[in-house]
């Protein structure tokens, strides 16, 4: 085992402490518990959970008010090798992210041997010296404690070979909410000291039109995810309370328009007699209104914007 330490257990904190703030970010490939470790440490819904890759597009920020320290959970796309101009993109706003933020949280699931995709990343990482870097081991009620015991050896390994010391290597589940507190407490000390820089209760800065627009391509991706794997775009037109409605009982009216590369898939987001595309505007306004905590009228539309990966104007204006 050597010098590894992996925390278990919060040590003890000494005398007074100044306040910390600073900004995190959780990186690792698709499903390796981002989202979900974001939501068990906000305690909030706010980072976008789907069982697909690529549904975090954008940077929704969780923040974690604690009376020593404010942690400012920024959320970055995956990083991956790039396909299309879209992923070259994607993969700038990583890097840049990376060598923005105080700390670093590497997440990889606990039930899955590292693989290529992990190195791939670990190796970005090691590209960024300043940057503290925490291994969190996500999904630890998946396995035992042998398996366990083998990913943190397994982890500590592939920091030496990349020549980079991991500052924590963290086992955590969100699910179970096991150790995710002292996550918290072992990022803190990461922080650089100073005031809150977002005023108490606020839970992300995300601004609501972006969140509406992921709540509605997540619903539309549902079911058709092998058809139109990331071929989804949606724009958020307008979000507007409906005028002459009584104080008590307010009304958001939220025109969308849901883009699609070709003409042929337009049908698959529609179905049969509209039937898809009315599921999606039942399901996605219903979290809506959970979101925004307002009754809310969605107009959704479905449009083709050709090859709108590829085309850099498209992808402007569809918000990458």
């Known amino acids: 085992m050597g010098a590894m330490s992996v925390r278990t257990q919060s040590s003890e904190p000494s005398g007074e402490a100044s306040h910390r703030a600073g900004f995190a970010c959780f990186v690792g490939r698709p499903n390796a518990g981002k989202s979900t470790l974001t939501n068990a440490l906000v305690g909030k819904k706010v980072a976008i959970t789907a069982d697909q890759p690529q549904t975090t597009r954008h940077t929704v920020r969780g923040i974690v008010h604690r009376p020593d320290a404010q942690l400012i959970l920024v959320d970055t796309p995956g990083l991956h090798k790039p396909r299309t101009l879209l992923g070259q993109r994607l993969n700038d706003v990583v890097r840049t992210t990376w060598a923005e933020v105080d700390v670093i949280g590497f997440c990889l699931p606990a039930n ?24 969190i081991v996500t999904k630890t009620d998946l396995v035992d404690s042998k398996q366990l015991a083998e990913q943190l050896i397994a982890i500590d ?35 650089p000291e100073g005031p809150a820089l977002y005023p108490e209760g606020d839970l992300t800065d995300e601004p609501e039109q972006v969140m509406v627009a992921e709540l509605i391509r997540e619903a539309a991706l549902e079911g058709v995810r092998d058809e139109l794997p990331h071929s989804i775009a949606v724009v958020v037109e307008e979000m507007l309370p409906r005028e002459d409605r009584p104080a008590d009982r307010p009304l958001l009216d939220i025109h969308a328009f849901v883009y699609i590369e070709r003409p042929s898939q337009k049908g698959i987001i529609i179905g049969p007699k509209g039937k898809r595309l009315k599921d999606v505007g039942i399901k996605s306004r219903k979290q809506i209104e959970a ?9 959704l539309h479905v449009k083709v914007a050709k090859d709108w990966q590829r085309d850099p104007r498209q992808l402007r204006k569809l918000g990458f």
């Open 112 to 135: 899955e041997k590292l693989g290529p995709g992990d190195r791939f990343i670990a190796k970005e990482l090691a590209s960024i010296k300043k940057t503290p870097k925490v291994a």
């Open 157 to 191: 390994q592939l920091g030496k070979e990349l020549g980079f010391e991991w500052a924590e290597i963290v086992p955590v589940s969100a699910v179970g909410d096991k150790q995710v507190g002292l996550l918290a407490d072992l990022l803190v000390p990461l922080l």
């Open 291 to 299: 979101l925004l905590g307002t009754p809310v009228f969605l107009d």
